[in-house]
């Protein structure tokens, strides 16, 4: 199996993980990702939000059936874009709320879901 090297950017600690083992969750509760990836800037992500929030109310807040979301979920949990907070690529949030996991009319930035 391929591996990997990483440094905590927080507390230093090296550590040799999978190369498929991104997010790493470092002992000191720094979430470490691939290539340094980064979700996108607050702007961003505020905007993204707007954008998103305005198509739920379009239709009428429509939620996600359970069944969808639990595949929405998993889907999110393996996905190499996932900071353990976030999604690198859109910067919605993936736990909490609000979360578009939840909204009917969403889909992923990258077509997984």
Known sequence: MDKTVITCDQCDFTVAIPTNGFP???HCGNVVNKDGEQPPALTQRLKNFAKA???H???GFKRTPDEVLEIRKAECAKC???NGKTCNKCGCQIVGWPNK????NES???GKW
């Open 24 to 26: 790493f969750y470092c």
């Open 53 to 55: 929030s305005m198509r």
């Open 57 to 59: 109310a379009a239709t």
């Open 80 to 82: 190499e874009h996932n």
């Open 101 to 104: 996991l939840q909204w009917a």
């Open 108 to 110: 992923c930035p990258v």
